[in-house]
């Protein structure tokens, strides 16, 4: 079955205090590995999209990289307004489910 | 603003009610998506419609149905609600093609009891 595993499921970071969560998925055939950001109350806002191992995006103090086994999103100095949840989804080759998400990494940056 | 409206924001419904929730989006997506999002289990894809006029099941459809009779709207429906859909429902678009990344609705917070 195909799953997609973040870790850690919570992360506290003082402000400054640079990190990275980790998205890793079954290797089935990957399409696609797209990374969210989700505050309290809000839907999933949408980071980066990455298709193929070696591939990095960046976006302020974020850069999501991925390999054929995982996604890092690294979060550089980050600020106490990163502090959110985020969220990795897999599309995979096979199956008919479009996107299969991860549970989270739950992400609050003391100042 | 562009982007996808979800009404109601919050419900409290008796159990055997009939419910259904509402999407509208204005970005001209052909590909609509209904998840649920529950404490410890994440997003999990209830129906969804790649284009007006088709629906398809996702991971989790038993108790609910879909309509896509246009392009903008996407009602979900549950006919007879039970505790066990009590969670938050986001609507979400996106653009034709299942690797283009989808876009969210602020969600609607459904309490059965």
């Known amino acids: 079955e195909d799953q997609v595993t973040q870790s850690p499921e919570a992360l506290r970071l003082q402000e400054g205090e640079s990190s990275s969560l980790n998205c890793s998925y079954t290797v089935s055939g990957l399409r696609g590995l797209f990374w969210y950001r989700q505050d309290p109350g809000k839907g999933p806002e949408f980071l980066f999209t990455l298709y193929s191992a070696g591939e990095e995006k960046e976006k302020e103090r974020l850069k999501a990289t991925l390999t054929k086994k995982e996604s890092f999103l690294h979060i550089t100095a980050p600020k106490p307004e990163d502090s959110a949840t985020y969220l990795c989804?897999?599309?995979?080759?096979?199956?008919?489910?479009?996107?299969?998400f991860g549970k989270g990494t739950r992400l609050s940056v003391i100042a | 603003i562009a982007g996808i409206t979800q009404a109601p924001t919050s419900q409290i419904l008796a159990a055997g009610r009939r419910m259904t929730l509402r999407c509208t989006q204005d970005?001209?997506?052909?590909?609509m998506y209904w998840y649920r999002q529950d404490l410890g289990l994440g997003l999990r894809l209830i129906h969804y419609s790649n284009t007006a006029g088709t629906t398809g099941k996702g991971e989790v459809p038993d108790g609910y149905s879909v309509s896509r009779a246009n392009t903008d709207d996407f009602p979900l429906t549950l006919a007879s609600a039970v505790p066990s859909q009590t969670s938050v429902y986001f609507c979400?678009?996106?653009?034709?093609?299942?690797?283009?990344?989808?876009?969210f609705g602020d969600g609607t917070r459904l309490s059965i009891l």
């Open positions: 979400a678009s996106s653009a034709t093609g299942a690797d283009q990344p989808q876009h």
């Open positions: 970005m001209r997506h052909n590909a």
């Open positions: 989804a897999v599309l995979y080759r096979s199956g008919n489910t479009p996107l299969v």
